[in-house]
């Protein structure tokens, strides 16, 4: 009981990650009709822009941790952004009206360029970054096992929880989200009542890189290590939690995140943690079979 | 009579492809500050096509598009409808999965938030029917629901200029009287201009000042409604037979 408690707190952290990666793949699935095979890259190049950020707060003498961890946030988030725009304006958007597989291809191209330029740039060893947040709270005991809810796990969990809101939040009611489901729904209609389709495309770019950069920081605080491959792993599982959920659906992209967490999790905890990733992408498998369209996914075809 | 001058919308030489395919071959047409222009012909001549190359959707690959002494031929679509030009699109194209509501805020991108109120208010009383659905989505509602809100999101930009693609298709007798007395009310009471396309021939131009009749991509005639009402050739080819 108390060891699965455990992995209960542990698999919500993971799946906290890779539900606010999944968001970026949906949200874009949602809205131009592709997957964005880079976005995973995107949240690799955030885990490095925070880690960058560290270091250079280090440097400066800035060592209060909830001041630093607050800029950091801040500061990759925007970097972040900043290349999630630019990978929709070069490598997307001038083939939007191709043909339905170029962007995809493009995006499989635009990951492979971001793992390389981080590879090249930040060399291919793993990177440390030392335990910045301690301590923690232990629930109960019993059995001679504690369970234990870090820190860090707070603060993942939190903040998971405090993006979440405020994105449903900007979805459901904001001009902005307004835009973004109207585009969704129709490209072409939203253009005609005067949505600049461009820019409202950009900016949910911009979003998804944002929060991408967010699960990259939390990364790099629970695991202390990135390196330029992180992103493949983390980002077909989300890519996973996404199609779970149901592609193109932001409450299936967040549950779906959670849930592949805690299969992630529970296998490696009373299986063979060897074969964890096999466990997620059977997940993949399974959910394309029998629920092609996921938990919450609607039906692709829509009655006039 | 200066604002009659220079038509409010002007199409000169249009011509507008489906990839290869010449959907409209030349064609001219104008609209003045005032009017209700309805523009028939048969299914495939072009004139949903025509309404979407206003706003560059198609885009016109040779002639030239002027409204209100501007070209706008080459402008993005959303700076078009920025100049007040709102458009009811052929098949309606409800944002089905937001609410009425949502709807009409959408319709309203281009105005001032401000105005939301007042706006509301107009489209709710010209379509009663809207404010009792307000909360319901757009894809929950009936065949002439759904035209009603069609319309009634154009209107929400506070539009100079309307275009109606078929506002009467796939309604019952009754709806259809409905909506021609709500395009009849917003001309006559708001100086509302519309452009209309319309299969109902009859009803279309028994309603507006002018008519052009499109046949395979070009205007084949023009005139007043009532003089293409008289035309042989018209009642034989639009009205007899399917007269009501």
Request: with cysteine.
């Amino acid at each position: 009981m108390e060891y699965f408690v455990q992995q209960l707190i542990n698999g919500i952290t993971l799946g906290s990650i890779y539900g606010l990666i999944a968001i970026g793949y949906t949200m874009v699935y949602g809205i131009v009709g592709m997957i964005n095979f880079a976005h995973g890259d995107i949240f690799m190049v955030g885990a490095f822009l925070a880690l960058i950020a560290f270091l250079v707060l280090v440097a400066l003498g800035i060592s209060t941790v909830p001041l630093a961890l607050f800029i950091v946030l801040l500061v990759s988030m925007a970097l972040t952004a900043l290349y999630g725009w630019t990978v929709e304006r070069i490598a997307y958007r001038p083939l939007r009206h191709s043909f339905r597989l170029a962007p995809l291809i493009s995006a499989i191209g635009m990951s492979i360029v971001l793992q390389n330029y981080v590879q090249v740039a930040q060399g291919a060893r793993v990177k440390p970054l030392p335990p910045l947040v301690h301590g923690g709270y232990t629930l109960f005991e019993g059995n001679d096992f504690a369970v234990r809810l870090s820190n860090i796990q707070i603060i993942i969990i939190i903040t998971t929880i405090a993006l979440m809101t405020g994105f449903s939040f900007l979805v459901a009611r904001t001009r902005l989200g307004r835009n973004m489901r109207a585009c969704e729904q129709d490209l072409k209609m939203a253009a005609l009542v005067g949505i600049d389709v461009d820019r409202t495309i950009s900016l949910t770019f911009v979003i998804g890189a944002a929060l991408a950069s967010v699960a990259g920081l939390m990364f790099l605080l629970y695991y202390g290590v990135v390196d330029f491959f992180i992103g493949f792993l983390a980002g077909v599982k989300a890519f996973t939690a996404a199609v779970l959920g149901g592609i193109g659906s932001l409450p299936g992209a967040m549950i779906g995140g959670i849930l592949i967490g805690l299969i992630e999790t529970m296998w490696s905890a009373y299986f063979s943690i060897e074969y964890k990733d096999v466990a997620a992408f059977a997940i993949l498998i399974i959910v394309l079979i029998f629920l092609p369209t996921g938990l919450l996914g609607r039906p692709e075809v829509e009655k006039v | 009579m200066t604002a009659h001058a220079e038509p409010l919308l002007s199409l000169r030489g249009v011509k507008a492809y489906y990839g290869n395919v010449a959907a409209l071959k030349g064609v001219d047409v104008e609209v003045r500050e005032g009017e209700i222009v309805a523009l028939i012909g048969a299914n495939g001549a072009g004139k949903s096509t025509l309404m979407m190359t206003v706003f560059g959707a198609p885009r016109a690959r040779q002639g030239q598009i002027h409204f209100a002494g501007r070209d706008i031929t080459a402008l993005p679509t959303h700076e078009i409808a920025k100049l007040r030009i709102a458009q009811s699109p052929e098949g309606r194209r409800i944002f089905s999965r937001m609410t009425v509501m949502e709807n009409l805020q959408i319709g309203a991108t281009v105005t001032d938030a401000v105005d939301l109120g007042a706006d509301l208010e107009r489209v709710f009383t010209l379509f009663p029917r809207l404010r009792d659905r307000r909360h319901q989505r757009g894809g929950t509602l009936s065949g002439g629901e759904q035209q009603m809100l069609a319309i009634g999101r154009a209107l929400m930009s506070r539009p100079r200029l309307i275009l109606l693609d078929e506002p009467s298709l796939g309604l019952a007798p009754l709806l259809v009287q409905q909506i021609f007395a709500a395009i009849r009310a917003l001309n006559e009471r708001d100086k509302l201009t519309v452009f209309l396309v319309e299969q109902n021939a009859y009803h279309a131009l028994k309603l507006a000042h002018r008519g052009y009749v499109m046949v395979n991509g070009l205007i084949a005639l023009q005139g007043s409604g009532s003089e293409l009402l008289r035309r042989p050739e018209i009642r034989a080819a639009y009205l007899e037979g399917g007269v009501r």
